[in-house]
């Protein structure tokens, strides 16, 4: 199982690393390139707390996704998620609301929500439910967190008028 | 959990892949997604030598509209792709429905088609960790020659939870399967098998590269109750789809899904709408039979005398609905 060279950009950072097979990017990303703000959970796909962003910045599980195959692409983590020296919107918004408890589920939380409000800054209670479904937080529950959602989509919302008119 | 080791094998064409998989039997193992087949293999339920990757073959990820109306979905499309596909969303809603209850959101952007239809079975018993099955008594999946589900049952009755089969089976799609020596298509209707461990038609060597979906024609509905509304494997699935009148049907095709080593087609039940047509007492008497039709096991989660009740005003519930719907030519 000879390891193989590969060529992955996290957070826009290019990193090339040797990888078995059977390492899951979860792995990869915390133990070979010590960025360990992803979380391994369940390692099972229940969880969601090892959520990241993929290439189009959709929702993947970086606990069933191999290394390997993901040679070339590009992926983003709760540590690119803020934006400059400032917080995300999402990220403060979280805070705001005490939308964390225990925390281990929040790295998961916010890469769901960034990947919802990407694309929909008018998110149904619908859309929240779809979008965060995937993620447990086992500590509390979702009202602080879809609170915080909402929030964060109306502050993205004016920052789209606002880019608008300038 | 870790994966165990295995060889990776990335193929350049899907040629190339059937010459893998002819070439190392049954010590290979298929991924397209890997929502699957790696959680399988992270519980020791599998441990191919080989794996095989379908992911990067653009001639997987193609839908198609054939000469005949009849649309090809290539069977490494993820499921948030089909889902959000104005074809499937238009022409095809029942199977939209039935994809986008999927998992939750992220296993639908890597869970793909083929491995939906192809999802391996599961039980209560052998679904569990190493070490928890390691104290007791082996099955048909495992070392032993038993199943724990049924006792004295010859087979293994571990359950099928595809929520993409029933409603494929109703709308009489057909898949391919390739190999090295060629393709053979095989309708959707006869393609599982009432055995939790063979549970497809699937022989090594092959891989399912297509389904085809004939061209949208009357109604369907499908309908899927579980414990949680998200992220969860089915109590039990309802796919039905009628041709014709509420008064007069032509064709009326019911599928249960989640019951069962394969999704359940319920002939009985069709004819009784066939003849009476939909009306509330036909609807009862064809709600009755799925119910009947339960085998009295808890394959999974659900105990049966909870999912017979359910499934009974799935059954109903989900024809009333596609009653009312408006009638397509």
């Known amino acids: ?86 917080l995300h919107p999402i990220q403060k918004s979280f805070l705001e609301h005490g939308a964390v408890q225990c925390g281990f589920c929040t790295p998961g939380l916010i890469m769901s929500a960034k990947a919802l409000l990407d694309v929909n800054t008018s998110p149904s209670e619908t859309d929240i439910n779809e979008a965060m479904a995937g993620v447990i937080c086992r500590c509390t529950g979702h009202i602080k967190v879809k609170k915080a959602i909402k929030e964060a989509a109306s502050v993205l919302r004016e920052r789209e008028v606002n880019h608008g008119e300038s | 959990m870790q994966l165990p080791q295995f060889e990776y094998i990335r193929p350049k064409s899907l040629a190339e892949g059937l010459a893998a998989l002819a070439e190392h039997g049954d010590k290979i193992a298929i991924m397209s997604g890997g929502s699957d087949l790696l959680l399988n293999m992270k519980f020791r339920l599998e441990g191919p030598a080989y794996l095989l990757s379908l992911n990067g073959l653009s001639e997987l990820q193609q839908l198609e509209k054939l000469d005949d109306g009849s649309l090809r979905v290539g069977a490494a499309c993820t499921l948030t792709h089909l889902a959000e596909h104005t074809i499937i969303k238009e022409c095809y809603p029942a199977l939209r429905a039935a994809i986008f209850v999927v998992g939750s959101r992220h296993v639908r952007n890597m869970g793909t088609i083929g491995g939906n239809i192809c999802l391996e079975t599961r039980c209560w018993y052998t679904n569990q960790s190493k070490i928890w099955r390691d104290t007791r ?105 009628v041709i014709g009148s509420n008064e007069q049907p032509e064709s009326v095709s019911l599928v249960l899904g989640s019951v069962a080593p394969e999704p359940r087609v319920m002939p009985q039940a069709e004819k009784i709408l066939l003849e009476g047509g939909l009306t509330d007492e036909a609807i009862d008497a064809a709600a009755d039979v799925a119910r009947r039709a339960l085998l009295e ?10 999912k017979k009740r359910l499934i009974k005003v799935l059954v109903k519930d989900a024809l009333l609905e596609l009653r009312d719907q408006r009638v397509r030519g």
């Open chain 1, 1 to 86: 199982m000879a390891k193989q060279l590969i060529a992955l950009t996290v957070n826009g950072d290019p990193y090339e690393v040797a990888v078995s097979p059977h390492q899951t990017l979860l792995e990869v990303m915390r133990d070979s390139l010590n960025l360990t703000g992803t979380k391994r959970g369940c390692t099972a796909g229940s969880c969601g707390v090892c959520t990241v962003n993929g290439e189009q910045g959709e929702v993947i599980l970086s606990c069933l996704a191999l290394a390997v195959e993901w040679d070339g692409r590009s992926v983003t983590t709760v540590e690119g998620v803020e934006e400059g020296n400032e």
């Open chain 2, 137 to 241: 008594e082996g099955c048909f999946k495992t070392d032993a020659e038993q199943c724990h589900v049924i006792k004295s049952a010859p087979k293994c009755h571990a359950l099928n939870s595809t929520d993409s089969g029933p409603i494929l089976m109703a709308l009489d799609a057909s898949v391919v399967l390739a190999s090295h020596t060629g393709e053979r298509i095989v309708p959707m209707r006869e393609f599982y098998q009432n055995d939790g461990v063979e549970h497809t038609v699937l022989k090594p060597g092959e891989v399912l590269t297509a389904v085809v979906l004939p061209p949208a024609k009357g109604r369907s509905v499908f309908r899927k109750l579980s414990q949680r509304e998200g992220l969860d494997f089915a109590t039990g699935t309802f796919a039905a789809a």
């Open chain 2, 297 to 306: 096991v808890t394959n999974l989660f659900t105990p049966t005398f909870y």
